[in-house]
């Protein structure tokens, strides 16, 4: 388990390629909504909790496992009997980003971002950042695989019936300290940082999509695109 699994609950409470991939459905009990999230071609299920307020399950490559991981992705399927607040997906992914960067982040390339809008007619937000680590940061994590870098990218979809929460998340070890206590990212390390930055882009923008069976306006159609 992962910071990445973040609860939506508890947030709640505080306020392969384009062309292989295999297509998962996420079912909200009582409901007509789904979520359909496209994982790469190669990826296993490697963790899924559920209980009466939530479903979460993580992915992983199937070289990988949970002790050491590189990529991850997890959807989160909250079960709530009431709509969320509006801009909720939004606001969740500016509380996530926050909470990660208190609780781990030292220093970063370039801004959060966070852009909401529809998503197959439900109002969503797509966020991603990236940092490096705090020394002890390791540590202070139990039971939380942190590395000196991390990557996150998702989406937050606000449903009538169920909240989504779909990221992925890639993270290295790969960098070096000088004497003053800067990162120094070797060229090897930027081309990984460049193409899981692409990755997970591509897939908060195309790699899941919510929808509902009794509604012609929100079509269940496979994602366009998966995560990479």
């Given at each position: 388990m992962t910071l990445r699994t973040l609860s939506l609950a508890a947030i709640f409470i505080l306020a392969a390629s384009a062309s292989r991939a295999e297509t998962i459905e996420f079912e909200v009990p009582d409901s007509t909504e789904r979520l359909l999230v496209a994982i790469p071609d190669g990826w296993k299920e490697a963790h899924r909790k559920t209980d009466e307020r939530q479903t979460i399950v993580e992915y992983i490559p199937a070289e990988q496992s949970l002790k050491s991981w590189e990529d991850m992705i997890t959807v989160t399927v909250l079960r709530t009997p009431i709509p969320a607040p509006s801009g909720f997906a939004q606001n969740y992914s500016q509380i996530f980003i926050t909470t990660f960067e208190n609780s781990y982040c030292d220093r970063r390339f370039d801004p959060p971002t966070v852009i909401g809008g529809p998503r197959n007619n439900f109002p969503s937000a797509v966020y991603q950042f990236d940092c490096f680590t705090k020394p002890e940061a390791k540590a202070a994590a139990a039971g939380v695989l942190v590395r000196n870098y991390e990557m996150v990218g998702g989406i937050v979809i606000e449903g009538k019936h169920g909240l989504f929460h779909v990221q992925r998340a890639w993270h290295s070890d790969e960098f070096?300290?000088?004497?003053?206590?800067?990162?120094?990212?070797?060229?090897?390390?930027?081309?990984?940082?460049l193409a899981a930055r692409d990755a997970i882009h591509d897939f908060g923008v195309g790699g899941t999509t919510p929808c509902d069976t009794a509604a012609a306006d929100r079509p269940c159609t496979t994602p366009p695109i998966a995560g990479q």
């Open positions: 070096k300290v000088n004497e003053r206590g800067e990162f120094l990212v070797p060229m090897h390390v930027v081309d990984k940082v």
